[in-house]
């Protein structure tokens, strides 16, 4: 190739740098998708990119880093403001005092969402007490080998979102004066795994709107009272006893309760968990799962008035007599979705009779339109009662889908045949029985 060609193929790869020709707000948006070892190694480019990336508002770091390469990268921030920081730790690599280090520059950085994983085999990170007070901060995220030891209220007036995932706690005062001290929270996670260093868990928050609490193993003599009058949506993963206290959520939208286990002799569970339900009424959408046969009870007059859709697993007997009650007591319900369990089940007591309401509810004759049955077996007596009872009483019914995946096609078709034997009250109702799952 003569020199002049090759000048001209150097020229027009220069020409073709359309990158760098970029506003630096998208660049920037570009380099905060990378790697952040990727995005210093642009620095080598050319002239435009050689202090670009210390203005990428996104960071990302973890253990197979050296920690003078981080603190060097995080000292070299020249963006106003961080907008986030990932930081995955190993205890056995950094001490804590090199974590805390790195943590407190971010937060000198005006950092808005902080993500902090700790790993490793060395004692807990003790999440410094100093730096709860940062203005900046709007999303906190805490996971594994971390604890809490917050001796008085902080000050996180812009947090909103708060995910506390397996990390530990100094005592119950932590807890309250962490919380206490978010005056914007909306979001919170919480992930407890097996653990007994707080009795009671108290998660009092005027303006949260978002609560998914999993109580994982939990100590047996732990409590757990939500007080939180602006809760929108619950999201409750543990067990439905006395140790869960929902005192006020007045405005709460939708709930979802799974039932980790309780003790089958105790019959105050029944009575409490009965009065977690009446403590729901309020809700437009809910979804229960229960783990054990309870005697499903709830305050006489209970009523919820402004359901238009449940969510009911099928797993337990209970679960039929409890269907029955809820029916009757949710006038307005327009969808009704059961899920039962993937394969059949051979123990007896998924025989138990079904206690049909005494008369047809209201929801029935004026307002069910949608129902989904997932996992439908068709051949245990009480999922044929219930499953025609709908069918028979529900006169608004606009389409009723079975699906089953596990069993032989011809049994789908079998399954089918027999559900239109049945003489629907509605005379529009489409019915279908699919092999996929299905989701509302």
Same mark, same amino acid.
Request: with cysteine; glycine share 4%.
């Given at each position: 190739? $003569? ?6 193929? =150097? ?24 790697? /952040?070892?990727?995005?210093?190694? /642009? ?19 973890? #253990? ?13 921030? %020249? ?11 190993? &205890? ?20 808005? +969402? ?8 060395? #004692? ?5 007490? &100093? !730096? ?6 709007? $999303?906190?995220?805490?996971? %594994? ?15 909103? $979102? ?5 990390? =530990? *706690? ?15 929270? +909306?979001? !919170? ?24 609490? $999993? ?35 007045? @405005? ?8 980790? =286990? ?15 339900? =009446?403590?729901? /009424? ?12 309870? #005697? ?13 859709? !449940?969510?009911?697993?099928? *797993? ?39 206690? %049909? ?11 069910? @339109?949608t129902v989904v049955w997932k996992n439908y077996q068709g051949e245990i007596e009480v999922e044929k009662e219930v499953a025609k009872y709908i069918l028979r009483n529900t006169s608004r019914l606009k389409k009723a889908t079975f699906s089953n995946a596990y069993i032989r ?16 009250? &509605? ?7 699919? +092999? ?5």
């Amino acid at each position: 190739m $003569t020199m002049k060609r090759w000048k001209s193929c =150097g020229q027009s790869f220069r020409n073709n740098d359309r990158i760098s020709e970029l506003p630096e707000a998208l660049l920037l948006e570009i380099l905060s998708l990378l790697p /952040t070892k990727d995005v210093r190694a /642009t620095s080598v480019l050319s002239n435009r990119w050689r202090s670009l990336w210390k203005m990428v508002p996104r960071l990302e770091f973890n #253990e197979r880093m050296v920690s003078d390469n981080i603190s060097r990268c995080l000292l070299s921030h %020249q963006a106003p403001v961080l907008q986030s920081l990932h930081l995955e730790m190993n &205890s056995d690599v950094f001490s804590n005092m090199v974590i805390g280090i790195l943590v407190g520059i971010a937060f000198g950085l005006h950092v808005r +969402e902080l993500v902090l994983y700790v790993y490793g085999s060395q #004692e807990l990170f003790r999440f410094p007490f &100093s !730096l709860c007070n940062c203005e900046s901060l709007e $999303t906190l995220i805490l996971g %594994q080998n971390i604890i809490i030891d917050v001796p008085s209220p902080v000050c996180l007036n812009s947090l909103r $979102t708060l995910d506390l995932d397996g990390v =530990g *706690y100094k005592d119950d005062e932590s807890v309250l004066n962490l919380l206490s001290g978010c005056i914007s929270l +909306e979001n !919170l996670v919480v992930h407890r795994l097996e653990q007994a260093d707080v009795k009671t868990f108290t998660l009092a928050v005027p303006s949260l709107q978002r609560l998914t609490l $999993t109580a994982e193993n939990d100590d047996e003599d732990s409590v757990y009272v939500i007080n939180a009058p602006s809760l929108k949506y619950l999201k409750f993963d543990g067990v439905l006893d006395d140790t869960c206290l929902i005192e006020n959520t007045p @405005e709460l939208v939708e709930a979802s309760l799974r039932d980790r =286990g309780v003790d089958d002799d105790d019959d105050v569970s029944d009575i409490v968990f009965g009065n977690i339900l =009446g403590s729901l /009424t309020s809700v437009k959408r809910l979804s229960l799962e229960i783990s054990a046969s309870l #005697e499903i009870k709830f305050p006489t007059g209970s009523i919820f008035s402004q359901l238009v859709s !449940l969510e009911l697993h099928t *797993y337990e007997p209970e679960v039929w007599n409890l269907l029955s009650l809820m029916l009757d007591s949710s006038p307005i319900l327009q969808v009704l979705k059961l899920i039962g369990k993937k394969y059949r089940r051979k123990d007896p007591v998924a025989c138990m009779k079904w206690n %049909q309401p005494k008369d047809v509810p209201e929801c029935l004759l004026l307002h069910l @339109e949608t129902v989904v049955w997932k996992n439908y077996q068709g051949e245990i007596e009480v999922e044929k009662e219930v499953a025609k009872y709908i069918l028979r009483n529900t006169s608004r019914l606009k389409k009723a889908t079975f699906s089953n995946a596990y069993i032989r096609p011809e049994k789908r078709l079998e399954r089918l045949k027999e559900l239109e034997s049945v003489v629907m009250a &509605s005379n529009s109702c489409q019915l279908v029985f699919k +092999e996929v799952d299905i989701t509302c």
